[in-house]
């Protein structure tokens, strides 16, 4: 089973940048999906961005495009998200998530229903 810690949050002022980290246990050696989300205060939980671990593949939803950058570092077990350009719209918590193990990523198709495994959240503010 897959465990997800998330790091990194913090607050940030409109214009900054901000790296976010997840720790990823269980999985190892085996193809899934990650992904970033997040949930901003009364609204529900969206994609931002996934990478595939099989392909290396990335999407970014069209919000973040250009500001937003996901990566993972397999030997480390890690995978981030590179916040930029920050703007108060991006204030929300934060999850990474996985999917179960082969299952692939469906592109710029990011559906929550496809995650199983959820970090505990990171909080990210932008203020104006």
């Known amino acids: 089973e897959v465990q997800l810690a998330e790091s990194g949050g913090g607050s940030v002022e409109t214009g900054g940048s901000l790296r976010l980290s997840c720790a990823v246990s269980g999985h190892i050696n085996l193809p899934y999906c990650m992904g970033w989300f997040r949930q901003a205060p009364g609204q529900a939980r969206e994609g931002v961005a996934t990478i595939d671990t099989t392909t290396q593949r990335t999407d970014h939803v069209d919000s973040v495009k250009d500001r937003f950058t996901i990566s993972r570092d397999a030997v480390r077990n890690m995978m981030y998200l590179d916040m930029t350009s920050m703007n108060p719209g991006d204030t929300a918590m934060y999850y990474c998530?996985?999917?179960?193990?082969?299952?692939?990523?469906?592109?710029?198709?990011?559906?929550?229903?496809?995650?199983?495994?959820w970090g505990q959240g990171t909080l990210v503010t932008v203020s104006a």
């Open positions: 998530a996985a999917t179960p193990a082969f299952r692939s990523c469906r592109g710029a198709d990011i559906r929550e229903s496809d995650f199983g495994a």
